[in-house]
């Protein structure tokens, strides 16, 4: 393939007019023909730079506001065309087509349009039709044009320009070209998206996702395996959105731990509320009067694996919580903001990262969750799944006390994030035994159990916090024994889908124990 290829003409047509003039004063002063469309071109020529209006290559006017413009042979042809065969030459010469060297266009707005939520006919017209086809037509032909569809690369094209006399590389234009691909895909992916949910469809017949790059990072969850982070645009808060304000960059495990944490702090309710995760599973969580509270109760539950952990807060972190947090090692904290006398005592801390969102997520919003696997992907509705006390069903003679309801609700969402099979014990409104990830339901019941009495000992306790406590399990039990287990370390009441062939028999244990038990009709595996 050719190598150096020269710039002659340029045909300009950009939304998203950031650097726009820097960019053509520079290529209008080496020499560049400029052609433009509408606001682009007035905007240049209000600059006082001479510029072409797409129209007078065209010989048609811009028609139909606007949606038919640059969709012309003169166009197509002036970036298709081969350079070094003879046949397309004779036919440019024939037409009156003149090639086109360099395309500068970036799209309608047609993500940040759905995203403020505007109304389907203003987005539809936020669809962009001629740019998507010049961009595809310009990375098509990158032998010979060059094609650039973001502003952050305005910077390299410009040095490519000054190194090599007015002309780019071909590594510069294959580099480009797959930028552009890429941008036309995530283009076409946040359309067909969009279509999907406004017409309700739950199984289009083909599914893509895109994303644009935030981050390269260092590796992903092991140092072998190279990793990187990209944001898809659909600004929910959390840590795609957050603002980092210090530490080191996040790594693949930090972001994967931190998106746990603060979405399982978001279904913790409006009072003070803390989550601290580890290995995507929590080792801690509470609510309480005040923050450095709820931190607190949440730490106790597991001390040992909140060593290196991650912190999400549902408020305003403030001093008297940061002092609590920095007594040991954590990795991330994540708060919709921070004062700055929080802010001053974690700057002791360089290898604390602290990450502010501005709000907090919506639990109950719809959205997609999807998981690779050999040969294809699984794609399913996140879980939106939310419970209030009126929805739990009460299948026992004693029915729970006021309190009891409470905290199983609260244990109820927590086992909601807790990798399966998982079992929470809560008491007053703070976890004290989580037991995760378990092939045996009841294995995670006397994990959860023991990791209670470990506390105690921890702490001197005379006995462990278990007891009085209330437990939730996240799927039904398949026998007694789970629950039976869960008696013996003190639970009184219990939260469970229900939903077993043996329901009659772990009905039957919980009423000859004396608990209450309710089933939510609701699963909450999570793989």
Same mark, same amino acid.
């Given at each position: ?7 002659? &003409? ?15 004063r520079a290529l209008a002063g080496a020499g560049v023909e400029l052609i433009s469309t509408g606001g ?26 606007? &949606? ?8 197509h042809g002036g970036l298709l065309a081969l350079r070094d065969d003879d046949e397309h030459l004779v ?33 539809? *017209? ?104 990209? $944001? ?32 399982? $702090? ?115 509705? &996140? ?50 035994? $989580? ?17 209670? *009495? ?15 406590? $209330? ?27 229900g939903g077993s062939m043996r329901d009659d028999e772990v009905i039957a244990a919980a009423d000859a ?15």
């Amino acid at each position: 393939m050719t190598n150096l290829v020269p710039i002659g &003409r340029a045909l300009i047509s950009v939304s998203d007019k950031t650097g726009l003039l820097d960019l053509a004063r520079a290529l209008a002063g080496a020499g560049v023909e400029l052609i433009s469309t509408g606001g682009t071109s007035g905007m240049l020529r209000a600059a006082g730079l001479a510029v072409r209006d797409v129209a007078e290559v065209t010989g048609f006017p811009e028609m139909m506001d606007g &949606r038919v413009k640059t969709l012309h042979p003169n166009v197509h042809g002036g970036l298709l065309a081969l350079r070094d065969d003879d046949e397309h030459l004779v036919a440019m010469a024939a037409h009156g087509i003149e090639p086109i060297d360099l395309l500068v266009v970036n799209l309608y707005p047609f993500e940040e349009t759905v995203a403020r939520g505007a109304d389907p006919a203003t987005c539809i *017209e936020n669809i962009d039709i001629g740019g998507p086809a010049m961009i595809r037509a310009a990375a098509k032909n990158h032998k010979f044009v060059t094609v650039v569809t973001d502003p952050a690369d305005y910077g390299a094209l410009l040095a490519q320009l000054r190194a090599h006399d007015g002309a780019t590389t071909l590594a510069c234009r294959q580099k480009l070209a797959l930028t552009a691909y890429a941008r036309t895909a995530a283009y076409d992916t946040a359309v067909s998206t969009w279509l999907a949910g406004e017409i309700r469809e739950p199984a289009p017949r083909y599914r893509s996702f895109a994303g644009k790059l935030a981050q390269t990072l260092r590796y992903g969850e092991n140092p072998h395996q190279a990793a990187a982070f990209y $944001v898809d645009g659909s600004r929910r808060p959390g840590v795609a959105t957050a603002r980092q304000w210090q530490g080191k960059e996040l790594s693949y495990n930090n972001i994967n731990d931190t998106d746990a944490a603060f979405e399982l $702090v978001a279904e913790l309710g409006g009072a003070p509320a803390c989550a601290i995760i580890k290995h995507a599973n929590p080792c801690g969580a509470a609510v309480a009067g005040t923050l450095v509270e709820a931190y607190r109760r949440a730490y106790q539950c597991d001390q040992t694996s909140a060593f290196g952990g991650i912190v999400a807060l549902n408020q305003i972190l403030d001093g008297a919580t940061a002092e609590e947090i920095v007594k040991i090692f954590t990795e991330v904290v994540i708060a919709p903001d921070a004062t700055e006398e929080a802010r001053a005592v974690f700057a002791g801390k360089k290898n604390l990262r602290l990450l502010t969102t501005g709000a907090m997520p919506d639990p109950k919003a719809a959205g997609l969750a999807f998981k690779q696997v050999a040969g294809g992907f699984l794609v399913q509705d &996140r879980d939106a799944g939310h419970l209030t006390v009126p929805d739990l069903q009460v299948v026992t003679r004693r029915a729970p006390t006021e309190a009891e309801l409470r905290d199983l609700s609260f244990a109820w969402t927590v086992a909601k994030h807790v990798k399966s099979n998982a079992i929470v014990y809560v008491k007053d409104g703070a976890t004290v035994g $989580v037991g995760a990830g378990q092939m045996s339901r009841i294995d995670s019941t006397r994990i959860a159990a023991r990791k209670a *009495e470990d506390l105690a000992e921890a702490l001197g306790l005379a006995e462990p916090p278990t007891k009085g406590s $209330v437990v939730a399990s996240d799927a039904f039990f398949p026998f007694a024994d789970g629950l039976i287990a869960a008696a013996g370390a003190g639970a009184t009441a219990i939260v469970q889908p229900g939903g077993s062939m043996r329901d009659d028999e772990v009905i039957a244990a919980a009423d000859a124990r004396g608990l209450a038990m309710v089933f939510t009709g609701q699963r909450h595996f999570r793989h």
